[in-house]
């Protein structure tokens, strides 16, 4: 699967942003879907990842409440809904994905954990 990341862009503080991540090839609907991020001079670390029917999510301390990963598998889309944004959400952020059986819901936090990545977007927040 080829993924295809968009949406990052540069805002203010408390404003929203909305990624998307599209996948090509078959099959959308058998991958676990997640999604990291980079902040400059740091190590790429987890944000969110959610289950192939959509029914299992988890997020990472510093986004809970805020943020919001959801997926569309007729579009092959994965979605991550960002609000009140902060500086320290600066960063390039990248989809992910891993095939897995449908009963397996695991939350995966560990980047060697998925198989395919996009190329990342870019979200700047500034104060």
């Known amino acids: 699967v080829q993924l295809q990341a968009s949406g990052g862009g540069s805002v203010q503080a408390g404003d929203s942003l909305r990624l998307s991540c599209a996948a090509s090839?078959?099959?959308?609907?058998?991958?676990?879907m997640g999604w990291f991020r980079q902040a400059p001079g740091k190590e790429r670390e987890f944000v969110t990842s959610?289950?192939?029917?959509?029914?299992?999510?988890s997020y990472a301390d510093s986004v809970k409440g805020r943020f919001t990963i959801s997926r569309d598998n007729a579009k092959k889309t994965v979605y991550l809904q960002m609000n009140g944004l902060k500086p320290e959400d600066t960063a390039v952020y990248y989809c992910?994905?891993?095939?897995?059986?449908?009963?397996?819901?695991?939350?995966?936090?560990?980047?060697?954990?998925?198989?395919?990545w996009g190329q990342g977007t870019l979200v700047t927040v500034s104060s």
């Open positions: 992910a994905a891993k095939n897995v059986i449908l009963s397996d819901t695991r939350v995966r936090v560990e980047i060697d954990e998925y198989d395919y």
């Open positions: 090839g078959p099959s959308f609907s058998r991958y676990h």
């Open positions: 959610i289950s192939r029917s959509g029914g299992v999510t």
